[in-house]
């Protein structure tokens, strides 16, 4: 009997190392693909728990530009406080409380909708989202693809409501990170983005693949609203536009979440062919 728990323990820790080494991976394709599409630039980054211990540590790549994340660059990050799990490890982002203050809020919450099952978050400043996040614009699903931002506006983050107006923008501490994180509520099933007034936004999703899925067409859906004003002489007929409905919007990202590997596996294709 021992030598049988003995054995299904040494099973155990390979299977979660298999895990951790094909979650390295995915994360650094999951940052390739970030920036191939101008999601994220010089600047942003994506992580996810790291499978070895999900309720504790979180992956995230060192201080290094997206395009550039090998598996080698990715540290583990302690949710309780986002310091490094191993004391030399590289200097990371300055921003990694955006991260650990929602994994550590969902990890302490009795929410039990989608955003109970938060396993990733990117951060990121793409040039099409920031103009939703400077007045009130509503930004919600525009077409089906995007479905997932639900059928309510999303909230706006704005930095000097709590913290001033002296800020240089960044999420430099787990006070500010946990302010952020306070706009993700429970009905987040349907509103898994918060805009960050000129500073871009931050997503979640309960997979890494759907996060990448999520931003490219979060991205897109904000290119739509964008044509959409040029053609109709301003913004504020958008207030008129046809989004889609709450109930098009839960129907249409059930259907949407069960064809994440189609568009990650092009995605893939398109990194190997540049």
């Known amino acids: 009997m021992g030598q049988a728990l003995d ?9 979660s190392h298999s895990m951790y080494i094909q979650c390295l991976q995915n994360l650094s394709i999951a940052s390739k693909i970030l920036a191939h599409h101008g999601i994220v630039d010089g600047f942003g980054h994506v992580s996810c728990r790291d499978p070895r211990s999900p309720k504790e540590h979180f992956l995230l790549s060192r201080n290094l530009a997206p395009a550039l994340v090998e598996p080698e660059d990715i540290v583990p990050w302690r949710i309780s406080d986002a310091e490094p799990v191993h004391p030399d490890s590289p200097r990371g ?15 302490n919450s009795c929410i039990s909708l989608q955003f109970d099952d938060v396993e990733a978050v990117i951060h990121f400043h793409s040039l099409s989202i920031i103009p939703f ?34 800020t240089d923008m ?16 429970e009905e987040s099933h349907t509103r898994p983005l918060v805009l960050m007034r000129g500073h871009g936004a931050t997503l979640v999703a309960p997979s890494l693949k759907l996060a990448v899925f999520r931003a490219i067409y979060t991205q897109d859906n904000a290119k739509i609203l964008t044509n959409l004003a040029s053609l109709a002489g301003g913004v504020d007929p958008l207030h008129l536009a046809r989004y889609l409905s709450k109930e098009e919007c839960e129907a249409s990202a059930e259907s949407n979440s069960g ?4 568009a990650w596996d092009v995605w893939c294709k398109e990194l190997e062919e540049k």
Request: charged residues 20%; aromatic residues 10%.
């Open 170 to 185: 960044l999420i430099r501490n787990t006070t500010q990170g946990e302010a952020l994180a306070s706009l993700f509520k």
């Open 7 to 15: 054995v299904m323990s040494e099973q155990s820790q390979a299977d």
């Open 133 to 166: 996040g400077l007045m009130e614009i509503p930004f919600k699903a525009a077409y089906h693809m995007a479905s997932f931002l639900g059928s309510e506006p999303a909230p706006i983050f704005e930095i000097r409501d709590s913290f001033g107006p002296t």
């Open 93 to 107: 982002f300055l921003e990694r409380c955006i991260h650990s203050e929602i994994y550590r809020k969902v990890s």
């Open 259 to 262: 064809q994440v590997l189609r």
